[in-house]
C-alpha cells in the first residue's frame, strides 16, 4: 500500500466543531420557535427539512462519528446557516486516537472530541450571556468542567460579536489580597492589559472615594466606553477569594451593584448592560453577604452535574471501549464522577487496565486512581478537622449532618454529595478507600 492510499483510508471525514454545533443549536431553537409552537425539532421532522436521514442526523448531532462536508452543508442550508470552515473539523483516526491517549490535564479545549455537553446547561448558557448585563454563575466541585464550560460560553459569545477576557483569581498573589484597595487597582490593571488598553488606573482613583467607587468609575467612564462591543468578563476560580472575607464583602458587593446599574434604566444603564459577567467557583458562598450585596443569589446559576448513564455510555464511544458492561461498571464506581470517568475511560483505552480489575477493591490504593486519591488526602492532612468529618461520613451506613463549613469544602473538594445538608460520599471508590486509610491516620 502506498502511502498516499493509506493516508486516503485514514481520512474519516468531519465533525462539527463546538462553534458550529453552537451555532446549529441556536438556529434550532429560533426556527423551533417561530415554525413548531417552540416545540423542539423531531428527528423525522429535521430529516424533511434538511433531506437527511435520521440516522445521519443522529451522527452529525452527537459529533463522535465524522460525516462528509455535504452533509453538514445541507443540514446548516436548511436552518438558512452558511457553513463555515470553523464551523467543523477535519478527523481522521490519528487525531480522534491522539487525543484520546493522552490524559485529560486542564480544561478541555474547544475542538475536543470528548467533550461532553449537559442539556440544558449549554444552550441555557450560550442564550443568556447575549443578554445585556448578564450575570451566569457556574458552580460544580473541582476537576467537574466548569472552565471547560465557561471557555464554550465565551466562544458562543465570541462568535456572535462580543468581546471576552478570563481573569483567573489564581493569579493574584498574597500581596494582591493585603487589603481591599490593592486588589481593585489589581484588578482594574489586569483586566486593561487582558484588552489590550492603556493602563489609566491612576487617572481613576482618588483616595477620597474609596475602592468600589473608584473601580465602578474606572468601568464605567474608560473601559467599557472605551470597547466596539460588549465584554464578557469571566472570573475563574473565585474561590480563592473567599479566604479573604476582608476583601470578599466589598468586591462581591460591587459586581452585585454592577449588575443592578444595568437595571435602573437611567442613562449610564446602557454602559452597563454592555458588560457580561461569567462567576466559576466550587463551593458554596458561606461568607455572611447580605442578600441585597450578593451577586451569588442572582442571575443564572448553572450547577454542573455528574455525568448520566448515557452521558458515560456516549464516552465510552467514543473512547473506542466495546465492552457491553463497561457503563454499569463505571457508574457503580464512579458514579458519573466527570475527571474519574475520563481517567478510567483513557486508561482502558490505552489497556492499562481491564474492567475486570477496575472492579476490584483494591483498585483504590494501589491503581489508576491512586495519584488522585494521594493528593485529595495530602490535602485532608493539612486539614485534620475535616480528616475526622470526612471519617464519620464515609465509615456511616446514613448520610451525615456535618458543620457547614467543613461540609461546604468537602463538597469542593468532590468527596461527598449534600443533600439538605446531610452528607454522603459522592461514589463507591471513595467510600473504598477512605475506609481503608482513614482508621489508620486517625
Same mark, same amino acid.
Given at each position: 500500500? !502506498?502511502?498516499?492510499?493509506?493516508?486516503?483510508?485514514?481520512?474519516?471525514?468531519?465533525?462539527? @466543531?463546538?462553534?458550529?454545533?453552537?451555532?446549529?443549536?441556536?438556529?434550532?431553537?429560533?426556527?423551533?420557535?417561530?415554525?413548531?409552537?417552540?416545540?423542539?425539532?423531531?428527528?423525522?421532522?429535521?430529516?424533511?427539512?434538511?433531506?437527511?436521514?435520521?440516522?445521519?442526523?443522529?451522527? *452529525?448531532?452527537?459529533?463522535?462519528?465524522?460525516?462528509?462536508?455535504? +452533509?453538514?452543508?445541507?443540514?446548516?442550508?436548511?436552518?438558512?446557516? +452558511?457553513?463555515?470552515?470553523?464551523?467543523?473539523? @477535519?478527523?481522521?483516526?490519528?487525531?480522534? +486516537?491522539?487525543?484520546?491517549?493522552?490524559?485529560?490535564?486542564?480544561?478541555?479545549?474547544?475542538?475536543?472530541?470528548?467533550? =461532553?455537553?449537559?442539556?440544558?446547561?449549554?444552550?441555557?448558557?450560550?442564550?443568556?450571556?447575549?443578554?445585556?448585563?448578564?450575570?451566569?454563575?457556574?458552580?460544580?466541585?473541582?476537576?467537574?468542567?466548569?472552565?471547560?464550560?465557561?471557555?464554550?460560553?465565551?466562544?458562543?459569545?465570541?462568535?456572535?460579536?462580543?468581546?471576552?477576557? *478570563?481573569?483567573?483569581?489564581?493569579?493574584?498573589?498574597?500581596?494582591?489580597?493585603?487589603?481591599?484597595?490593592?486588589?481593585?487597582?489589581?484588578? &482594574?490593571? =489586569?483586566?486593561?492589559?487582558?484588552?489590550?488598553?492603556?493602563?489609566?488606573?491612576?487617572?481613576?482613583?482618588?483616595?477620597?472615594?474609596? %475602592?468600589?467607587?473608584? &473601580? !465602578?468609575?474606572?468601568?464605567?467612564?474608560? $473601559?467599557?466606553?472605551?470597547?466596539?462591543?460588549?465584554?464578557?468578563?469571566?472570573?475563574?476560580? =473565585?474561590?480563592?477569594?473567599?479566604?479573604?472575607?476582608?476583601?470578599?464583602?466589598?468586591?462581591?458587593?460591587?459586581?452585585?451593584?454592577?449588575?443592578?446599574?444595568?437595571?435602573?434604566?437611567?442613562?449610564?444603564?446602557?454602559?452597563?448592560?454592555?458588560?457580561?459577567?461569567?462567576?466559576?467557583?466550587? !463551593?458554596? *458562598?458561606?461568607?455572611?453577604?447580605?442578600?441585597?450585596?450578593?451577586?451569588?443569589?442572582?442571575?443564572?446559576? $448553572?450547577?454542573?452535574?455528574?455525568?448520566?448513564?448515557?452521558?458515560?455510555?456516549?464516552?465510552?464511544?467514543?473512547?473506542?471501549?466495546?465492552?457491553?458492561?463497561?457503563?454499569?461498571?463505571?457508574?457503580?464506581?464512579?458514579? %458519573?464522577?466527570?475527571?474519574?470517568?475520563?481517567?478510567?475511560?483513557?486508561?482502558?483505552?490505552?489497556?492499562?487496565?481491564?474492567?475486570?480489575?477496575?472492579?476490584?477493591?483494591?483498585?483504590?490504593?494501589? %491503581?489508576?486512581?491512586?495519584?488522585?486519591?494521594?493528593?485529595?488526602?495530602?490535602?485532608?492532612?493539612?486539614?485534620?478537622?475535616?480528616?475526622?468529618?470526612?471519617?464519620? *461520613?464515609?465509615?456511616?451506613?446514613?448520610?451525615?449532618?456535618?458543620?457547614?463549613?467543613?461540609?461546604?469544602?468537602?463538597?469542593?473538594? %468532590?468527596?461527598?454529595?449534600?443533600?439538605?445538608?446531610?452528607?454522603?460520599?459522592? &461514589?463507591?471508590?471513595?467510600?473504598?478507600?477512605?475506609?481503608? =486509610?482513614?482508621?489508620?491516620?486517625?
Amino acid at each position: 500500500m !502506498t502511502e498516499n492510499s493509506h493516508v486516503q483510508r485514514r481520512k474519516r471525514g468531519v465533525i462539527l @466543531s463546538p462553534q458550529g454545533w453552537q451555532r446549529l443549536q441556536l438556529a434550532e431553537q429560533q426556527a423551533a420557535e417561530l415554525n413548531n409552537a417552540g416545540k423542539a425539532y423531531t428527528l423525522e421532522q429535521l430529516g424533511e427539512q434538511t433531506g437527511l436521514s435520521p440516522n445521519t442526523i443522529t451522527k *452529525v448531532r452527537r459529533r463522535r462519528l465524522a460525516v462528509d462536508r455535504q +452533509t453538514l452543508e445541507f443540514y446548516f442550508n436548511a436552518l438558512k446557516l +452558511t457553513l463555515h470552515p470553523d464551523d467543523y473539523i @477535519s478527523m481522521d483516526t490519528d487525531v480522534v +486516537t491522539g487525543l484520546q491517549m493522552k490524559p485529560i490535564r486542564g480544561h478541555l479545549p474547544l475542538d475536543s472530541p470528548i467533550y =461532553v455537553e449537559r442539556p440544558p446547561i449549554e444552550p441555557l448558557a450560550y442564550e443568556e450571556i447575549l443578554q445585556p448585563g448578564a450575570l451566569i454563575r457556574v458552580k460544580a466541585p473541582r476537576q467537574f468542567g466548569k472552565t471547560s464550560l465557561m471557555v464554550r460560553i465565551l466562544a458562543a459569545a465570541q462568535e456572535k460579536g462580543l468581546q471576552g477576557i *478570563v481573569l483567573n483569581m489564581q493569579l493574584a498573589d498574597a500581596t494582591v489580597f493585603q487589603d481591599l484597595n490593592r486588589f481593585l487597582r489589581w484588578f &482594574c490593571a =489586569v483586566v486593561t492589559r487582558s484588552l489590550q488598553l492603556p493602563h489609566r488606573v491612576d487617572d481613576h482613583w482618588h483616595e477620597v472615594y474609596g %475602592g468600589n467607587y473608584n &473601580c !465602578t468609575d474606572y468601568f464605567e467612564n474608560y $473601559l467599557l466606553p472605551e470597547l466596539d462591543e460588549p465584554l464578557v468578563l469571566a472570573l475563574d476560580e =473565585v474561590d480563592t477569594i473567599f479566604d479573604h472575607p476582608n476583601i470578599a464583602t466589598d468586591f462581591f458587593g460591587m459586581l452585585r451593584a454592577w449588575y443592578e446599574k444595568s437595571r435602573y434604566g437611567n442613562g449610564s444603564s446602557l454602559i452597563w448592560q454592555r458588560l457580561r459577567l461569567i462567576v466559576v467557583h466550587s !463551593t458554596e *458562598v458561606y461568607l455572611p453577604l447580605n442578600l441585597n450585596q450578593s451577586p451569588f443569589n442572582v442571575g443564572l446559576l $448553572l450547577e454542573l452535574p455528574n455525568f448520566t448513564s448515557e452521558q458515560v455510555q456516549d464516552l465510552v464511544q467514543r473512547y473506542g471501549i466495546e465492552a457491553k458492561d463497561a457503563t454499569p461498571n463505571l457508574m457503580d464506581l464512579l458514579d %458519573g464522577i466527570p475527571h474519574l470517568t475520563h481517567l478510567a475511560l483513557h486508561h482502558l483505552n490505552r489497556r492499562d487496565i481491564t474492567l475486570e480489575q477496575l472492579s476490584q477493591p483494591e483498585i483504590a490504593v494501589n %491503581g489508576i486512581f491512586s495519584a488522585h486519591l494521594r493528593r485529595r488526602l495530602s490535602y485532608l492532612q493539612h486539614h485534620p478537622e475535616l480528616l475526622d468529618a470526612l471519617k464519620q *461520613v464515609m465509615l456511616a451506613a446514613d448520610p451525615v449532618e456535618l458543620h457547614p463549613l467543613q461540609a461546604f469544602t468537602l463538597q469542593s473538594l %468532590g468527596l461527598i454529595r449534600l443533600t439538605n445538608l446531610k452528607a454522603s460520599p459522592t &461514589c463507591r471508590l471513595y467510600r473504598d478507600y477512605f475506609t481503608q =486509610v482513614l482508621p489508620i491516620l486517625l
